[in-house]
């Protein structure tokens, strides 16, 4: 659709006016919303991406179980969505960003938002008693990114030193799912698949003595491609439950 800018005492004041549009992007869909409680209003830690305590808690707890066609059976883990409600009287036009840490869906809902996310969406912290009692609410939404610092690993806590090896990846800040993961086998030159567990968690029997270097498949759109660096790096005499930060980012 062409422009006009007859009307405009310059190109940038016209640039000015539009970004209000264009800010929040023209891939938006439909469905609706509701909410789960929990005692203090984020996220809960037995969600299906296997987070725990993890989703309890990023994003400020403004998370949400997912609909199956956008958790993609764990893929889906971590991505980010603006969902704004459309009842004009209550909610804001910024609506809410949130990430996905569980899945689960009722009659036509894309989203269970955490108590928190859902207050969210008023207009002010004031109309969000007035949404609650809806329970349902249309919205429209977008993936958008997290905007995070560095890729990070973790070691699940049911991991057992040389015998069994799980883990998650987050701070997975950009429009792109990951989708597999291998790890190097510095005594046979080669690449081991890991396993998807469950949600974002995957895993692998009897790994590698030494340092694990991984590899990362993600997938944006219809476009996939294999990322690493140096620094994918799981070191030798890993823990349970620790944490290491690699050098990628997924813009």
């Known amino acids: 659709m062409a422009i006009s800018f007859n009307n405009c005492s ?15 992007g023209t891939e938006n869909y439909y469905s609706k919303a509701t909410f789960y409680k929990t005692s203090d209003g984020k996220g809960t830690p037995t969600g299906a991406c296997g987070y725990g305590e993890h989703g309890r808690y990023v994003n400020d707890g403004l998370v949400t179980a997912a609909s199956w066609k956008l958790y993609k059976n764990g893929a889906g883990c971590g991505a980010c969505y603006q969902v704004r409600c459309k009842d004009e009287a209550l ?11 569980d899945s689960g869906e009722g009659p036509g809902t894309d989203f269970i938002l955490s108590s928190d996310a859902f207050a969210k969406m008023a207009k002010h912290p004031k109309l969000a008693h007035m949404l609650f009692p809806k ?13 995070y610092g560095n890729l990070k690993i973790k070691i699940n806590e049911h991991s057992n030193y040389h015998g069994y090896l ?66 994918t790096v799981i070191p030798d005499y890993w823990k349970p439950g620790s944490i290491y930060e690699t050098d990628i980012q997924i813009p």
């Open 10 to 24: 310059t190109f940038m004041i016209c640039i000015i006016l539009l970004l209000p549009a264009f800010s929040f």
């Open 91 to 101: 909610c804001s036009n910024e609506g809410v960003k949130v990430v996905v840490t």
């Open 135 to 147: 329970g349902v609410v249309d919205v429209d939404y977008k993936r958008v990114s997290c905007k």
């Open 166 to 231: 799980a883990i998650f990846l987050f701070n997975n800040g950009g429009y792109a799912d990951i989708i597999a993961i291998e790890i190097y086998d510095v005594n046979s030159y080669k690449w081991i698949p890991m396993r998807r567990s469950y949600g974002a968690v995957f895993d692998l029997a009897n790994p590698p003595m030494g340092d694990l270097k991984l590899k990362i498949q993600i997938k944006e759109g219809e476009k996939t491609k294999w990322i690493h660096s140096d620094k």
